[in-house]
């Protein structure tokens, strides 16, 4: 490997930046929930992103994310999840991760287990 190509990877400005940038996403992006289509949703540059579900009782399943491929790596699906976690726990939802997405993220940030539904782990 280049030592160029190493300080353009490993450079603690761009990593910094990238943090700058995801940070300033969560601040931006606003997820509202589109109850008859059962999905929570956001629009970012006109693109719609979103973390399909299904409610049944107290519990919540949520099924998919998709963020369009032109959106990605910009921390907008995280975003979301955070934004989505966040409501479950206002609302006294149980959660059971049924997406991948949902649940890597769950496990990187376990502050959230417990929202987790009994008998459920990630």
């Known amino acids: 490997m280049k030592l160029s190509s190493f300080l353009i990877i490993h450079n603690p400005f ?9 940070n300033r996403l969560k601040m931006e992006v606003s997820v509202s929930e589109n109850k008859e289509n059962k999905r929570f949703e956001v ?3 006109g693109k719609l992103a979103m973390i399909e579900y299904i409610k049944a ?9 998709e963020v369009p491929p032109e959106l990605g790596g910009r921390g907008i699906a995280s975003a979301m999840v955070e934004q989505v976690f966040q409501q479950i726990k206002q609302e006294g939802l ?3 991760p049924l997406c991948p997405f949902v649940a890597a993220y769950l ?9 987790l539904a009994k008998g459920y782990n990630v």
Do not use: A, C, S
């Not at 761009?14 to 995801?22: A, G, H, Q, T, Y």
């Not at 496990?107 to 929202?115: D, L, Q, S």
């Open 107 to 115: 496990k990187r940030h376990p502050e959230w287990i417990g929202i």
């Open 94 to 96: 149980e959660l059971v």
């Open 43 to 45: 629009m970012v540059d």
């Open 57 to 65: 009782q107290n519990i919540i399943y949520l099924t998919h994310t």
């Open 14 to 22: 761009n990593i910094f930046r990238n943090f700058i940038e995801i």
